[in-house]
């Protein structure tokens, strides 16, 4: 498949990210326990869109015998942040050996500001944020089938616009739209999460 990239050495990584960025992107992120992996799924089930997880991208790369790889595990051994750039890169590098995904889904991403905004200015803006924050005051549906469709009504314009765009990294202005409480499953106690999904900001 070739290159996607050239190294002058390895810290110093230039991307052509040129071939995926007609890509449509989701991120999905909260705190913890609200339910990413579960809306994740249920999206890329809705989507067809292939998930990422940044965090196993981190543990796995951490597992290689080259400089970014025990970069990382003392990182991990001393319990410090990973750069933000790195991180991305592990994203890129994914993405790049994924050119005939549909899109792609970011879980748990970003941990930061600076880390989104070194993904909107190094690969493209998302075409939706979804946030999932936990609320005890809200009821919860508990239900998968009212969860797939309500993310299925709030994403069918990003897929509709997805499939008629060219291959163009521009957005329209952003939207925000409130979806209902929904029950992360995987837990033993039922957590209540409201989920707010939005068009990405410029």
């Not at 209902?180 to 499953?185: D, E, V």
Request: hydrophobic share 35%; with cysteine.
């Amino acid at each position: 498949m070739g290159c996607f990239y050239s190294r002058g050495n390895e810290e110093d990584i230039v991307y052509d990210m040129s071939p995926i960025r007609h890509l449509p992107v989701i991120f999905v992120n909260g705190v913890p326990g609200a339910g990413n992996q579960t809306v994740a799924q249920t999206i890329s089930n809705i989507t067809g869109y292939t998930m990422i997880r940044p965090g196993e991208l981190v543990r796995a790369e951490a597992s290689k015998d080259t400089s970014r790889g025990r970069l990382i595990a003392d990182k991990l051994q001393a319990q410090e942040d990973i750069p933000e750039q790195l991180t991305v890169d592990l994203i890129k590098e994914a993405m790049l050996m994924q050119q005939d995904a549909k899109g792609f889904i970011l879980v748990g991403f970003p941990k930061n500001p600076r880390m989104s905004n070194i993904f909107n200015r190094q690969v493209k803006w998302p075409e939706k944020i979804v946030a999932l924050e936990v609320d005890n005051e809200l009821d919860s549906s508990g239900n998968p089938k009212a969860l797939a469709s309500t993310l299925k009504e709030i994403l069918s314009d990003t897929i509709e616009q997805c499939q008629k765009r060219p291959a163009s990294p521009d957005l329209q202005p952003p939207m925000a739209v409130s979806a209902p409480a929904m029950t992360q499953p995987i837990l033993a106690q039922s957590t209540d999460s409201h989920m707010e999904i939005e068009e990405a900001e410029k």
